[in-house]
T-cell receptor, first 114, second 111 residues
Framework: DARVTQTPRHKVTEMGQEVTMRCQPILGHNTVFWYRQTMMQGLELLAYFRNRAPLDDSGMPKDRFSAEMPDATLATLKIQPSEPRDSAVYFCASGLVESAGGYTFGSGTRLTVV | KQEVTQIPAALSVPEGENLVLNCSFTDSAIYNLQWFRQDPGKGLTSLLL?????REQTSGRLNASLDKSSGRSTLYIAASQPGDSATYLCAVTGGSYIPTFGRGTSLIVHP
């Protein structure tokens, strides 16, 4: 089965450090999302790409977060500098809008900032 | 802005019961609705996808229905098993193609 691959699975870092999370969407998918999941807020949309172009990043704290798709096989989410409140699970999802086939999620990156 | 509500937030039942999980949404102009399962510490696994033109979808013991006019979807689980214990999430996608998630229903099925 095709799957969305996220790395790393777990990351523990100190406050102030840069964190980079990576996502390999399913080949052929043209839509990529980044979500953050916490107990308090549930799943929150951070960024949305279509054909590698950012369409919506209104949910992302822009002073410290950035999201890019350098090519069709890689999406990145960076936090610089990281803060303890960024501790959460970050999910990437991909889909092909034209197929109306729904979205597939990766296994997530569990980030802990100490 | 689309808002998605899932009721109940938590459910604990004995094995063998038939269950109904509810999802309601405020904007009926949807593209599709997707039910996911999330096990503790894991990612989201897609269970069922209902297009806006469809009324229901079935997979094994799972059946999901969609009533756009009333802004509701239900996930029916027949003959529940301990292995069904997980959090069930409803995601509603509108014309922007961005899924909006409910907070989920945490299900425990005890032997």
């Amino acid at each position: 089965d095709a799957r969305v691959t996220q790395t790393p699975r777990h990351k523990v870092t100190e406050m102030g450090q840069e964190v980079t999370m990576r996502c390999q969407p399913i080949l052929g998918h043209n839509t990529v999302f980044w979500y953050r999941q916490t107990m308090m807020q549930g799943l929150e949309l951070l960024a949305y790409f279509r054909n590698r172009a950012p369409l919506d990043d209104s949910g992302m704290p822009k002073d410290r977060f950035s999201a890019e798709m350098p090519d069709a096989t890689l999406a990145t989410l960076k936090i610089q500098p990281s803060e303890p409140r960024d501790s959460a699970v970050y999910f990437c999802a991909s889909g092909l809008v034209e197929s109306a086939g729904g979205y597939t999620f990766g296994s997530g990156t569990r980030l802990t900032v100490v | 802005k689309q808002e998605v509500t899932q009721i109940p937030a938590a459910l604990s039942v004995p094995e063998g019961e038939n269950l109904v999980l509810n999802c309601s949404f405020t904007d009926s102009a949807i593209y599709n609705l997707q039910w996911f399962r999330q096990d503790p510490g894991k990612g989201l696994t897609s269970l069922l996808l209902i297009q806006s033109s469809q009324r229901e979808q079935t997979s094994g013991r799972l059946n999901a229905s969609l009533d756009k006019s009333s802004g509701r979807s239900t996930l029916y689980i027949a003959a529940s098993q301990p292995g069904d214990s997980a959090t069930y999430l409803c995601a509603v996608t509108g014309g922007s193609y961005i899924p909006t998630f409910g907070r989920g229903t945490s299900l425990i099925v005890h032997p």
